[in-house]
């Protein structure tokens, strides 16, 4: 995979614009995957992916092979979402006390007899996931990042510490402050990690369910565009892993998001436009 990029790469410095379509595609879901983890909101998403991807193929040129291009990409993507100014979810942020406080932990856990067992799933999907990217929010960038790469992304110390552009000690020291925070708030009260824990995905959702912020026609995760659902297997095996490959395990569980296709419209009015150096 990584060397069918960078013949693309490669192709594309050439100025092969056929190529460069072609490694926008391939590496879109990847940035967009990020940047959503990293802002919650896909909107908010959107827009900082766009941005990234202006990024990186108008100073392609500048890439010159001394690390991987997925190392290269993910430091423009990282530097932007680092320094961008600070998006809606962002703003509303709170402490991990905070996100703890406001969990309701004694709601009935019936249903409405109304309700499918289909959409009983979705919903059930979306307070997990919209649950765990609300825990992300309380980590600042830094640890957000760190704890991404390495635990969602599979980056190596090495690499994550050449994507931030610190030294692997650096890396490793935020990831394990991240993990550290992250792990103490699932192990006390997931009951995905714990079934004796008091906060159950279907409990959450109940007592959602009856608030204006919460409908199966603003679903965020659910129903967004994916490449592949979770395996139910992977859930049922989280609890024969240890608390750490536990949590990473539920983090990528997530569905594969892809993109939104206009991404590659917006690319093309660029190249046609001419209003930018490409490459």
């Known amino acids: 995979m990584e060397s069918d990029i960078e013949m693309l790469v490669s192709t594309a410095k050439e100025g092969d614009k056929r190529a460069l379509e072609e490694l926008v595609l391939k590496i879109q879901d ?7 983890r990293m802002l919650y909101n896909p909107s908010d998403a959107e827009d900082a992916s766009q941005e990234i991807l202006l990024k990186i193929i108008t100073h392609l040129g500048t890439f ?15 530097n932007h979402l680092l320094t961008m100014r600070k998006r809606r979810a962002e703003l509303r942020a709170v402490s991990f006390e905070e996100y703890e406080e406001s969990l309701d932990l004694k709601s009935a856990v019936n249903w409405r007899e109304p309700q499918s067992e289909t959409l009983q799933h979705l919903f059930v999907e979306e307070i997990r996931i919209s649950c ?20 969602v992304f599979d980056a190596s110390s090495e690499q994550g510490a050449a994507i931030l552009e610190i030294t692997p000690a650096a890396f490793r020291k935020r990831l394990s402050r991240a993990r550290e925070r992250i792990q103490e708030f699932l192990t006390k009260h997931c009951a995905l990690i714990n079934p004796d824990n ?3 995905c279907e409990r959450h959702v109940v007592s959602q369910l009856d608030t204006d912020r919460f409908d199966d026609k603003h679903m965020v995760f659910a129903k967004h565009p994916c490449r592949i659902r979770h ?4 859930l049922n095996r989280i609890r024969e892993m240890d608390e750490l490959n536990q ?3 539920l983090y990528r569980s997530y569905p594969d998001f892809r993109a939104p296709a206009v991404f590659i419209q917006n690319l093309r009015g660029l190249v046609g436009s001419q209003k930018y150096e490409l490459l």
């Open 198 to 200: 008091p906060c159950h």
């Open 64 to 78: 010159r092979g001394e690390s991987s291009f997925s190392t290269w990409m993910y430091r423009v993507a990282a």
């Open 30 to 36: 990847k940035i967009y995957g990020l940047a959503l």
């Open 132 to 151: 765990l990217q609300g825990l992300l929010l309380c980590l600042d960038r830094d640890h957000r990042l760190a704890y991404l790469l390495a635990d």
């Open 231 to 234: 395996e139910e297997s992977t």
């Open 247 to 249: 949590i990473a395990a």
